[in-house]
């Protein structure tokens, strides 16, 4: 099956900082999704980009598909953006979504 | 809007014991469900989805079956739990690809 691979597995940053977390897959995919999953479990939802670049706010994503890597920035870090990252892929002819590892993100005052 | 909702969410059940998780969901009509089991760790892994009533596909050959009901409807059960069950179970539903999640359920099997 295909292989989701997210990096780094660990990120800390002061507030305030940037940073860009990478996500690379393995095979053609025809849904790429980004999700946060806060302290209490919750999976955000926060970009569906199967290809191109979209922003919202203090975060942007942008998924080279012939390449088979996604990133996601996020820019002027706060507390509240700490948790884990996950990276979700859909295969062409598959229903359902792959996800990798995540990246854990702590954001300190 | 659409929403979904999970219940329980936190529940303690014995080895041997049987379960019942429960899933809905409100503003839309024959969306493609999910459930996802994430354990101690980070990954997500993919148990069961349904394209519609009555259709179930499993992922992973287990103690666990789905079962779809209604339209807006998905649960998930054992008869037997087993410790290794315990996890966090996540509820998804999806149209033209994008998926939603629900709360989440935390089971822990003792």
Request: glycine share 8%; with cysteine.
């Amino acid at each position: 099956g295909i292989q989701v691979e997210q990096s780094p597995p660990d990120l800390i940053l002061q507030e305030g900082a940037n940073s860009t977390l990478r996500c690379n897959f393995s095979d053609s995919v025809n849904n790429l999704q980004w999700f946060h999953q806060n302290p209490w479990g919750q999976l955000i939802n926060l970009f569906y980009i199967p290809s191109g670049t979209k922003q919202n706010g203090r975060l942007s994503a942008t998924t080279v598909a012939t390449e088979r890597y996604s990133l996601l920035y996020i820019s002027s870090s706060q507390t509240t953006d700490s948790g884990v990252y996950f990276c979700a892929v859909e295969v062409i002819g598959r229903r359902a979504l792959t996800f990798g590892s995540g990246t854990r993100l702590q954001v300190q005052p | 809007s659409q929403t979904i909702h999970q219940w329980p969410a936190t529940l303690v059940q014995p080895v041997g014991s049987p379960l019942s998780l429960e899933c809905t969901v409100e503003g839309t009509s024959n969306p493609n469900l999910y459930w996802y089991r994430q354990a101690a760790g980070r990954g997500l892994q993919l148990l069961f989805y349904s394209v519609g009533i009555g259709q179930i596909s499993s992922e992973v050959p287990q103690n666990l079956s789905a079962s779809r009901p209604q339209d807006r409807q998905f649960i998930l059960s054992s008869k037997k739990l087993l410790l290794s069950d315990s996890g966090f179970y996540l509820c998804a539903w999806g149209r033209d690809y994008e998926q939603y999640f629900g709360p989440g359920t935390r089971l822990t099997v003792t």
